[in-house]
């Protein structure tokens, strides 16, 4: 069954017009197509092959990647880079995004608090990332939590009923659906974070059949 006879009619991707990646990296850096871009450092754009069978796709770049310039670098990227090589998914052979490409937070002091994408910035930066997608055309799209399924299904596809399913959708690759890795950042019970951290590891562990060799 694919999104459509599940969710009901189709959402559809839209995405900018570029012919590489090189090309749309370019474009995006001077994306006004929201606020974001006037206090971000810098946008942070995907990362990984043109080539990649597995795309991951988080929510938007942190403090740390904001300042790098490139996706998940920070603790959250850390713990992703253990999980994916327990889970056997090489990411030097997986394209690396975010579906918000630019940083938002609150000021407080010295520090930026991390501050969620609205509806609205979500949307229009998926304008990026549904030409990443045609782009590259990967074998398997992993939506890590709910920004990320919302940017590439729509409202109607929740995280809790769906995660650990590979969904199929009409007009792009298969998606398949987790968590974020921060999720596991933010657990306090020992017991909870080791068992959440298996379960992460399992549904990572699901897209190694789309990796080719
Ligand atoms: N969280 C994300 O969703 N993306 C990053 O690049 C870093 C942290």
Known sequence: MNVAQKFGP???????????LDQLRHQA?????????????????????????????????GDKEDIA????????????DICMEEAGLDRSRCYVTNAVKHFKFEPRGKRRLHSKPNAGEI???S???????????PKLV????????YSLLGAKVKLTPERGHVL???????????IHPSFLLRIREEEDVARQRANFIED???AVQYQGN
């Not at 189709?10 to 590489?20: C, K, R, V």
């Not at 304008?127 to 997608?133: D, H, Q």
């Open 168 to 178: 199929t959708p009409e007009d792009h690759p298969p998606v398949l659906v987790t």
């Open 10 to 20: 189709a959402f559809t991707l839209e995405s900018a017009d570029a012919a590489s």
């Open 127 to 137: 304008w990026w990332l549904g030409a990443e997608i045609e782009i590259i055309h």
């Open 29 to 61: 850096e001077g994306c006004t197509r929201c606020e974001l871009y006037k206090n971000a450092t810098q946008l942070v754009f995907g990362e990984g092959s043109q080539k990649a069978d597995i795309m991951l796709v988080g929510e938007q770049p």
């Open 123 to 125: 949307r229009r930066c």
């Open 204 to 206: 990572l562990h699901r």
């Open 142 to 149: 992993v939506a890590l939590g709910a920004t990320a399924l």
């Open 69 to 80: 310039g490139r996706p998940f670098v920070g603790p959250a990227g850390h713990l992703l």
